[in-house]
């Protein structure tokens, strides 16, 4: 389930990304873009969950 709300969560904010940078760059809004961007947002998150620890009680 984690993996698919990532996917989702990238999707929507590399959507939001390219059309903000193609807006400010004059470009037409390139779908491609935000499909490249969304893979290498979710590698990305998974990495960082994987090399991070899990947070442990400290008592």
Known sequence: MRFI???IWGFVL???AA???TSMS???YD???V???TIIF???VWTVSAVLPN???NE
């Open 14 to 16: 590399s959507a939001v």
């Open 31 to 33: 779908m491609s873009l």
């Open 35 to 37: 499909i490249v961007m």
């Open 26 to 28: 004059g470009d037409p």
């Open 55 to 57: 947070a442990e009680d």
């Open 42 to 44: 979710s590698l990305g």
């Open 19 to 21: 059309f903000v940078l």
């Open 5 to 7: 709300v990532t996917i």
